[in-house]
């Protein structure tokens, strides 16, 4: 029987490979694929703004989870906010505005616009939202992912505290209900972008 992943707290100096593994996970990613048509500007640009999110919003106000793979390297990430602090501060928000003009570039806008139907369709009950969870593609299928959203969700269960996340890939659906979430809708961006499945989780009775 192999040994379930090991899952702990990123430390900051990690924020760059963790953003590197987000990064090359998120490569083929719908959304993205849509911020960033262009793939060499993709790939230059995804680990500018998951550092950037770490460091000034998920580390801050909530968690940043990270799974191990056999050889210690960092094989997922999990980008988490706490109940109530999903919502950057006009402060961090400014912060943040540098280092998200130089990871988009021309794309600034259209990212710019995704936040704000993101932030539109947010739930308004207390969560702890699950931004963003990937595994490099390398290692997948061993497990870490599902580490990581057990080792998180368990907390929730524990506390009585729901969960949220978008979906933007409709084959994740499963996966995610799996784990207790349930799509409560859909919605589309603006311009031509893609769907967005917004999945909600109630805990689970420890009875």
Known sequence: ???????????????????????????????????WPDPGRRASGLP??????TRHQH????????????SGAIGGVAL???????????WRELRMLPQLARAFGGRLRAGKELVELMTAVHPDEPH???????TDPDRRGHGLGQ?????????????GIPSYLESSKQA????????????????TVPGGGPDLWL???????RA
Do not use: H
């Open 199 to 205: 999945m909600w989780r109630t805990p689970r009775s």
């Open 172 to 187: 994740n659906i499963a996966y995610y209900e799996r784990f207790g979430f349930e799509v409560t809708t859909k919605v």
């Open 147 to 159: 580490a990581l959203l057990q080792s998180r969700l368990e907390q929730c269960d524990r506390d």
């Open 59 to 70: 580390l801050a106000n909530g968690g940043v989870d990270i799974a191990l793979d056999s």
């Open 128 to 134: 702890w939202y699950l931004a963003t969870i990937g």
């Open 1 to 35: 029987m192999s040994t379930p992943p090991d899952v702990r707290p990123a430390r900051r100096a990690e924020i760059g490979s963790l953003a590197r593994t987000l990064a090359a996970a998120f490569q083929d990613d719908p959304v993205m694929e849509w911020l």
């Open 48 to 53: 500018r703004l998951f550092a950037t999110q």
């Open 80 to 90: 988490w906010d706490a109940p109530g602090r999903w919502k950057p501060s006009v």
